[in-house]
C-alpha cells in the first residue's frame, strides 16, 4: 500500500496570506488527523476528521481550519499567515474506528512564513 | 498537557540493548502504552503498543509494570538508525486518532 502522501512538501508564504496544505491517507482509511511541530512547542494536535466530520479540535487559533472529502483525502488552510506559523505539519490517517489504529504519518509540508 | 514523563535524552552503544522508560502514573484503566519515534525532519512512526501485559514485534518489545504506571521500550540491538526522538504517548484505543505528545527521549545510538 502507499503511504500517506503530502503535498506540497515545502511552502514558503508571507505574512498575511493564506496557505493550503493537502493530505492524502493510505486507502481505506478513514480517519485524518493534523499536527504542527515548532521547535519550541514540539508536536501539537491541530484537528481530526473521520468521514468527512471533524471530531476533534486542538488549541489553535480560528485561522486554522480543515475539511475532509468523500475520498478520505483532507485540506488544511491557514489564513492570514503569521510568522510563528512557521512549522512542520504533518498528516497522519488510521484506520478508526478498527481496532489497531496506529497512525501513520505523511512526510510533512514545510511552511515558512517570511 | 502530556500524561508521560521521559527522561530528554539518553545514549546507547551500537549493538546493545537500548531501553526508554516512561512514567505515566495517572494512566486511566482503558487506556494504551503507545510508542512512537521520529526521526529528524521525518513523520512519526509507529512502533508499539499495550495495555497491560508485555507486547513484542519486529521493532521492539514493550514492558509494562503490574501496576501500569510505567513502561519501558527495548530495542534489543540498537543500530545508528535507531537515533531519533522516541514519544511515550498514552491514550484511548479505537476511539480517536488524537494524539499528545509530550517532549520525548532523544536517543543517540554511538559506534
Known amino acids: 500500500k502507499a503511504g500517506v502522501t503530502q503535498t506540497p512538501r515545502y511552502l514558503i508564504k508571507t505574512r498575511g496570506q493564506q496557505v493550503t496544505l493537502s493530505c492524502s491517507p493510505i486507502?481505506?482509511?478513514?480517519?485524518v488527523s493534523w499536527y504542527q511541530q515548532t521547535p519550541g512547542q514540539g508536536l501539537q494536535f491541530l484537528f481530526e476528521y473521520f468521514s468527512e466530520t471533524q471530531r476533534n479540535k486542538g488549541n489553535f487559533p480560528g485561522r486554522f481550519s480543515g475539511r475532509q472529502f468523500s475520498n478520505s483525502r483532507s485540506e488544511m488552510n491557514v489564513s492570514t499567515l503569521e510568522l510563528g506559523d512557521s512549522a512542520l505539519y504533518l498528516c497522519a490517517s488510521s484506520s478508526l474506528p478498527h481496532t489497531g489504529d496506529e497512525q501513520f504519518f505523511g512526510p510533512g509540508t514545510r511552511l515558512t512564513v517570511l | 498537557d502530556a500524561k508521560t514523563t521521559q527522561p530528554p535524552s539518553m545514549d546507547c552503544a551500537e549493538g546493545r540493548a537500548a531501553n526508554l522508560p516512561c512514567n505515566h502514573s495517572?494512566?486511566?484503566?482503558?487506556?494504551?502504552v503507545y510508542w512512537y519515534r521520529q526521526i529528524h525532519s521525518q513523520g512519526p512512526q509507529y512502533i508499539i503498543h499495550g495495555l497491560k501485559n508485555n507486547e513484542t514485534n519486529e521493532m521492539a518489545s514493550l514492558i509494562i509494570t503490574e501496576d501500569r504506571k510505567s513502561s519501558t521500550l527495548i530495542l534489543p540491538h540498537a543500530t545508528l538508525r535507531d537515533t531519533a526522538v522516541y514519544y511515550c504517548?498514552?491514550?484511548?484505543?479505537?476511539?480517536?486518532?488524537?494524539?499528545?505528545f509530550g517532549q520525548g527521549t532523544t536517543l543517540q545510538v554511538k559506534p
Open positions: 495517572t494512566i486511566s484503566g482503558n487506556e494504551y
Open positions: 504517548i498514552v491514550r484511548v484505543s479505537g476511539n480517536t486518532g488524537k494524539l499528545i
Open positions: 486507502s481505506g482509511h478513514r480517519s
